[in-house]
DNA sequence: GTATTATATTTGACTGGTCAATGGATAGTG
DNA sequence: CACTATCCATTGACCAGTCAAATATAATAC
């Protein structure tokens, strides 16, 4: 008997596979891959952060969020320094150079996701955005 | 002068941040990876397909479908064979005990998603599909 | 019929994520 | 005050994707 898939069970190829699209492509046209440009994101509205804290706003983990950030400490965007009142903790901030480069970063960010959705209305992203969001919380049980 | 980030900077970040929390918790729901589950999905409605039909199919670079077919390969769920008539291609198709793992498979793959999507309507997932479609064409020439 | 070009697969180097284990620092408890 | 818990960052091992280069075969052009 053969037995095609269902619409529900191709949601989550269809999601891989456009992420996995994305990726190189962002990174391509950004200059900056998609982590780091949301670490440099996250530091841009702050002054200095836990790693932990970034580590959660980010939802990567930390092993990699560590590497990252050594990248970008050894590039010249970020700072890290211990917490002198708690030496486990590291504060991380945007240098001056950091702060400078991800106004560009952003227009060239800012440019892609224009064209990926330069066909959806504003509701329509919206609902992107909130369906994207009850998946997260369905699954983050499991 | 500060300066958040609007939604739809964030679309991108928000897809990526999902797929990263799909990818782990599909594998240890379903006990497959969610490329592995694509590829033997895609050769359990055919006899025999070329690989490089299958990897344009699943949208993933060569070099890993060669790396996933060999593997399935040696675990029994896939057999390859070079075409005769043209030494290049290999084709590719289910084994017995691949077609009968698939089923197993499946179910386990319709529970996970049925409890990511268990809020939303049909008409959300259908909504949900097409965005993606979409997204997918409009980023396709960069 | 050889030379060139194109196609299919493989391999290697690299990146970026996961988990598990480690090390150092702090907090809590008897 | 020790002793245990916990927490934070790091490291190492692994997996999965990318690209680029290599290989082998086929198709095309002269």
Do not use: W
Request: hydrophobic share 30%.
């Amino acid at each position: 008997m053969s037995c095609s898939f269902s619409k529900q069970e191709q949601i989550l190829q269809q999601f891989k596979g456009l992420t996995n699209q994305i990726s190189p492509k962002f990174e391509r046209c950004t200059g900056i891959s998609a982590s780091r440009y949301e670490l440099l994101s996250q530091l841009y509205n702050t002054e200095e952060i836990n790693q932990s804290t970034l580590q959660k706003a980010v939802n990567i983990d930390g092993a990699a969020i560590t590497r990252h950030l050594k990248q970008l400490e050894t590039s010249g965007m970020v700072a890290r320094r211990r917490n002198p009142d708690d030496n486990r903790v590291i504060f991380v901030s945007l240098t001056e150079e950091g702060r400078q480069r991800i106004v560009e970063y952003r227009k060239e960010n800012m440019g892609f996701v224009k064209q990926m959705l330069h066909d959806f209305t504003p509701e329509e992203v919206d609902a992107l955005s909130d369906m994207m969001e009850r998946m997260q919380t369905n699954i983050s049980e499991y």
